[in-house]
């Protein structure tokens, strides 16, 4: 869907690939104090050949402590709305734990020939009210708890929502070393049984902010938008 907007370098790319390899890439998974924020993951499924249908994509990484992560996309045609799923699986013998975090950045469309420091900036809206962190005065990361609906990266045209789909998250918000916004969830402590495996899901709206396509895709997504009201 976005091949149908341009940018004067060409087409929009929301997830642009940063030219640091140790710079974690856009919509990193990984449990505190693992390897997955930076990790090469594998490929377990690709996409179907027929782009008219629903795209299922697969890739897992094994953190060092034996942690499997295991992501799962699914994206539809006409949608900017994408189903996800993270799997923490424990093939091991004894029980393991973590603290699974989700982020997006740094940045948003990065590069982009409109975009000026200052002009990304990160939205929640937690326990029904809109919450935006005073990132330029800090380099703190900011951790806000309470019922989550939404956390958003966004510029003037366009963002990246995650959407969970338990309560349970806080929403988490800070900048990476070059001063670039970053936003993320971070989901309680949990325990896997050896063999076990616990998951969580979650919706991921990535796309321009039209206040239709916005309303649409629900959770008052539409409130992204500053009408000045």
Do not use: C
């Not at 690939?17 to 499924?45: H, K, N």
């Not at 309470?146 to 995650?162: C, E, K, P």
Request: hydrophobic content about 35%; overall charge negative; cysteine-free.
């Amino acid at each position: 869907q976005l091949k149908q907007y341009q940018e004067e370098s060409g087409l929009v790319d929301l997830v642009g690939m940063l030219p640091d390899r140790s710079t974690p890439t856009p919509f990193a998974v990984w449990v505190e104090g693992g390897e997955g924020r930076q990790g090469l993951y594998r490929v377990v499924e690709r996409p179907a050949p027929d782009p008219t249908k629903p795209q299922r994509v697969v890739v897992e990484f094994q953190e060092a402590s034996g942690i499997v992560l295991e992501k799962t996309l699914v994206l539809y045609p006409g949608r900017y709305l994408a189903d996800v799923e993270i799997r923490l699986q424990n093939p091991g013998s004894v029980p393991r734990q973590g603290t699974l975090r989700l982020e997006w950045g740094p940045s948003l469309r990065f590069g982009a020939p409109d975009q000026q420091v200052g002009s990304v900036s990160i939205v929640a809206r937690i326990d029904g009210k809109i919450v935006t962190p005073p990132l330029e005065k800090s380099d703190q990361e900011t951790v806000q708890s309470g019922t989550v609906s939404w956390t958003a990266i966004q510029d003037r045209y366009f963002t990246a929502a995650l959407i969970p789909a338990e309560p349970a998250p806080s929403s988490v918000a800070g900048k990476d070393a070059e001063g670039r916004p970053v936003v993320g969830l971070v989901y309680p402590t949990m325990k896997i049984p050896p063999g076990g495996e616990t998951r969580v899901t979650l919706e991921l709206f990535a796309g321009p902010k039209e206040i239709e396509r916005l309303r649409e895709a629900g959770h008052d997504l539409q409130k992204l938008v500053d009408l000045g009201w």
